[in-house]
């Protein structure tokens, strides 16, 4: 009855962390493309054909009910997924739209047409990728009018963490953040809109202000997974046993994951 987690690298641990919560009963099986990290510098292709061969290898580890806890593969990868690739009984879910349902305050699922909302000027920070595929500012306009975005592609933030170099992880955080306030003084929201960037949650809350609400992921994702599971519980799959799967070094993505968040986790390879 596992479910599957996928990020890049270590980004989805924010989400897997806030899963494991709120679904204490379930096990999950987490995959992280540490070797091929950060994808937010590649194309398109590159990222379809990353996330493809590891959502393949969830599946394999019975897991038909994968969560793309990465922006970066959502925004470049998932529509030509879900168009022509996943079989009919597999799910693969991406992390933006429960994110834009929480900000657009609307419940899971609500179609009805776009409104006003009391968010006016947001700041989206994310991966050169994700903000180059403009997925945020379209599922957004599906449902709000009249909201301002301003996205601020944030160069380097994954390597650092993916590095572990948290002083240069921060420093780049106050940079992007001084850079998008130059093109939007007083944003009233902020999305964190990589996995990665909850690591860094304080250092984006610290140089943005007490007065900007920040939105991230993780526990929203939970929130919409528990209500999925209990709308299609058919889609645990068979998979019994928590695991952590990595393409890089398991030792090296153990040490990092175990400091992010403060409990041991042993990876293996993928
Ligand atoms: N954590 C991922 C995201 O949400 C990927 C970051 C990257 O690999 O560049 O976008």
Known sequence: MAVG??????????????????????????FGDNAHAPYGVRDADDIYNLTTAAVERLWAAGCDLVILACNTASAAALRRMQESWIPRDKRVLGVFVPLIEALTE??????????????????????????????????????AIGVDVEAQACGGVVDAIEEGDMILAEALVRSHVEALQRKMPTPDAAILGCTHYPIMQEAFQDALGADVKVFSQANLV????????????????????????TTGDPNKVSNRATQFLRRKVQFVKA
């Not at 987690?5 to 987490?30: E, H, I, M, N």
């Not at 699922?109 to 403009?134: M, Q, Y």
């Not at 299609?232 to 952590?244: N, V």
């Open 5 to 30: 987690v996928f990020d890049s690298g270590l980004g989805g641990l924010t989400v897997l962390d806030a899963c494991q919560k709120r679904l204490p009963d379930v096990p999950f099986v987490y």
């Open 106 to 143: 609307r419940q899971w699922g609500d179609n009805s047409p776009p409104r006003e909302v009391s968010v006016k000027h947001v700041a989206l920070f994310a991966t050169p990728a994700t903000v180059r595929s403009r997925a945020f500012q379209r599922e957004l306009a599906f449902r």
């Open 222 to 245: 939970a929130e919409s997974l528990a209500d999925y599971l209990t709308r299609r519980p058919e889609m645990l799959g068979s998979g019994t046993e928590t695991i952590y799967l």
